[in-house]
Each structure stands twice: as structure tokens, then as C-alpha cells.
């Protein structure tokens, strides 16, 4: 059974204070590895796919990696409109299922 | 503009009601799912199609019917609702979805009372 834990659950930074986010997975053949933004009321937002370890992924102030066993997303010197929850899932071995993780909340004052 | 199209956004339903949550896309996505989102619990996979007249069961089917008669359309079915199925529903598509980001929905947040 696929398996993704994210980690922190809450994440509260000052605008231009960088951090990572963490993405933790199990899976039975590794299809892709997806991060979605999600803001409230709305539906996910897709952000990136990553296929295979060592593979890396930017879009401005993120940029996400992949390890064997997990991912990072890094936000890099952040803005209060980057605040929303970020879902990571992974795509095992039916194309067409995705398992998601709780997501991580982050926040980003002024 | 494309995208995929939910509707009801909002729906309150007693206990043993029934009722249909549309979902339609204009992108001629080949794979269309329903995932229903709770609190700390993640999205889960209801219902899936991988194409038109093929659907198959994810991880939390029971209570909930689906078709796919054209490649567009994907409603789910509330058979009788329980206070259980109180959740927000996204339906999502993908082109092919082998490795293809899927486009969610904006969702339909459902009440059983």
C-alpha cells in the first residue's frame, strides 16, 4: 500500500525567511512524485511532477527534489501570497490513482 | 476557460437522501476521479475512469456509485446519505495519467444532517 507522510503538519515563516518542506513516501514503483498548492475553498493546484531520484524541479521562489524515499519542496525567501497548504502524492503502480499526504499549512507574515 | 467544472459548490442533504454531484471537463482528459477531502485525513480516492464506459473502485467507494457514458462527464452518486459522506468532494482529470498532473475541480462541500 502506498504510504506519503508530510512534515511539519504548520509552518509559520517571515516574509524572505527560506525553509523546506518534507515528503516522505513508500511506493510500489514510483510513477511520479506530484506537489499541489491548494488555498482555501479551492481545489489543488498542480506545481510540479518528479519521475526519478536526483531529479529537481523550480518555479520561482520554489524548488522541488527527490530522493528514494522522499522530497523536499523549498521556498526560497517567501511572500504572504505563497501562504496555502502544499499536498504532496505520489503515483504507484495503477496510473491512474494518486495517494496524497495531509499537506503541510504554511504562513508568511509580513 | 478549460478546466473542470463542479457543481454543486455547496449541497446540504438529510440522512437517506440521494443526489448527484456533476462533474465535466473540456480538456478531453482520458482519466477523470472523485476524491473526497477531511480534516487530517488527506485527500482519498472514491471512484476513477480511465475512459469512457470503464470505471473502477479507489479506496473509499462504498455509498457512492459513478458512469461514465461520454469522455466529458463524470457524475457521483450519493445513494443514501449518511452523515459519514459530510466532506468536501473534488473531482480531477488527466490526460493520460501516467505521470500527467491531474486538474482538480474547485469542489462541492457536502452536509448530511
Known amino acids: 500500500e502506498d504510504q506519503v507522510t508530510q512534515s511539519p503538519e504548520a509552518l509559520r515563516l517571515q516574509e524572505g525567511e527560506s525553509s523546506s518542506l518534507n515528503c516522505s513516501y513508500t511506493?510500489?514503483?514510483?510513477?511520479?512524485l506530484f506537489w499541489y498548492r491548494q488555498d482555501p475553498g479551492k481545489g489543488p493546484e498542480f506545481l510540479f511532477t518528479?519521475?526519478?531520484a536526483g531529479e529537481e524541479k523550480e518555479k520561482e521562489r520554489l524548488k522541488a527534489t527527490l530522493t528514494k524515499k522522499e522530497s523536499f519542496l523549498h521556498i526560497t525567501a517567501p511572500k504572504p501570497e505563497d501562504s496555502a497548504t502544499y499536498l504532496c502524492?505520489?503515483?504507484?503502480?495503477?496510473?491512474?490513482?494518486?495517494?496524497f499526504g495531509t499537506g503541510t499549512r504554511l504562513q508568511v507574515t509580513l | 476557460n478549460a478546466g473542470v467544472t463542479q457543481t454543486p459548490k455547496f449541497q446540504v442533504l438529510k440522512t437517506g437522501q440521494s443526489m448527484t454531484l456533476q462533474c465535466a471537463q473540456d480538456?478531453?482528459?482520458?482519466?477523470m476521479s472523485w476524491y473526497r477531502q477531511d480534516p487530517g485525513m488527506g485527500l482519498r480516492l472514491i471512484h476513477y475512469?480511465?475512459?469512457?464506459?470503464?470505471?473502477d473502485q479507489g479506496e473509499v467507494p462504498n455509498g457512492y456509485n459513478v458512469s461514465r457514458s461520454t469522455t466529458e462527464d463524470f457524475p457521483l452518486r450519493l445513494l443514501s446519505a449518511a452523515p459519514s459522506q459530510t466532506s468536501v468532494y473534488f473531482c480531477?482529470?488527466?490526460?493520460?495519467?501516467?505521470?500527467?498532473?491531474?486538474?482538480f475541480g474547485s469542489g462541492t462541500r457536502l452536509t448530511v444532517v
Open positions: 480531477a482529470s488527466s490526460l493520460q495519467g501516467e505521470g500527467y498532473g491531474y486538474t
Open positions: 502524492a505520489v503515483q504507484g503502480g495503477t496510473a491512474s490513482k494518486l495517494t
Open positions: 480538456m478531453n482528459h482520458e482519466y
Open positions: 511506493v510500489s514503483g514510483l510513477r511520479g
Open positions: 475512469s480511465v475512459g469512457a464506459g470503464i470505471t
Open positions: 518528479l519521475y526519478s
